[in-house]
């Protein structure tokens, strides 16, 4: 097996998964992609940062199969299978560069081929994941309980239409981690010690 | 939040769920019920512990709609049944009782309602769960990925069966580890600190 050099970081939304992102990197003194990765998206696709971000993770519709109707519809390649195609081509050459932490966007299917990748997930429980949310994005007229569903219902479903696995399916993790329990910096202490400890 | 005491342990047939079980529970000084649990199920029950170990985790048919029919035929409690509601029994009496790690048997769907309990899960990847198996119960006649295959799917039924949930779903489980990844001694350091380490 080789040495596991790059760590993918999948996470609920909510569940402070770029913060701990962002602590694995510092203790290790890796590069964190996660805005960075979605300007190099941009830049590739050519399509807007924001753009991306939304439509990078995340299914126009909750509903799967409606998405593929939505993505697949534009006779070639649709906008969402475009910026798809260059996350994946960002994605595969960040991993081939150097030592790296790389957030979201399905890297951890993007890059199941290569045996020097740890993959990490990230959950957390609601009340956790909702009180995360209204600090760091504030309240909004929908009820919190509505925004995190509609959010897990198409993260589900971009990742089902794009990697043909379910979201959240513990065997395509190494290491998945309830933050609300274990917190932020322990989480990062469990995945920077994997790398450190490796022989 | 009430400071986690109780440890389950939900493991892939040969994932060396066990194995980790035992350190964890040598590391914290705990009690570790996995033999002893099924010796208390069987006397609780009045079964053979040959059977209640087989019967007590295992569909008797891979296919969940198949094994609700023989599970649910008898007319009252069917033979399943009843090994469930004496292990629900036996292991809500240990949790009450005593900080322990406790082995398989639905213990994390059993103890939900507790706020004391760190759900874990052990898996790990095809090629080390064969070569473990062999290791531990020898060749048979049938081919390992067969008899993988089968425990897998049976395991998946029962849990469904008895707990309405996803065998495998992260969100059941606090600490989810790769043990061909990270090693027994590793999963076991993380799960003994996450109990050391809270405040």
């Given amino acids: 097996m080789s040495k596991k050099r790059i760590i993918t970081v999948s996470r609920e939304f909510g569940s402070g998964g770029h913060t701990v992102a962002k602590l694995i990197a510092d203790k290790l003194g890796y590069a964190c992609y996660d805005k960075e990765l979605v300007e190099r998206i941009a830049k590739e696709s050519g399509f807007d940062e924001a753009f991306v971000r939304e439509r990078g993770e995340y ?3 909750s509903n799967s199969f409606l998405f593929a109707l939505v993505a697949g519809s534009s006779g070639g390649f649709s906008v969402s299978d475009q910026i798809y195609i260059a996350q994946n081509n960002v994605i595969k050459e960040l991993a081939a560069k150097e030592p ?19 993959h990490t997930f990230f959950h957390a429980d609601k009340d956790f994941r909702a009180r995360h949310i209204v600090e760091k994005y504030g309240e909004r007229s929908d009820s919190i309980e509505k925004r995190i569903k509609d959010k897990d219902d198409r993260r589900k479903a971009y990742y089902k239409h794009y990697t043909g696995r379910n979201w959240g399916d513990v065997q395509n993790y190494h290491i998945s981690l309830d933050t609300s329990v274990l917190g932020f ?12 400890n490796q022989k």
Wanted: charge should be negative; hydrophobic fraction near 45%; glycine fraction near 2%.
């Fill in 100 to 118: 790296c932490v790389i957030v979201g966007r399905c890297a951890d299917y993007i890059l199941r081929d290569r045996d020097d990748c740890l």
């Fill in 185 to 196: 910096e322990q989480c990062a202490e469990i995945v920077a010690n994997a790398i450190k």
């Fill in 59 to 61: 299914a126009s519709a």
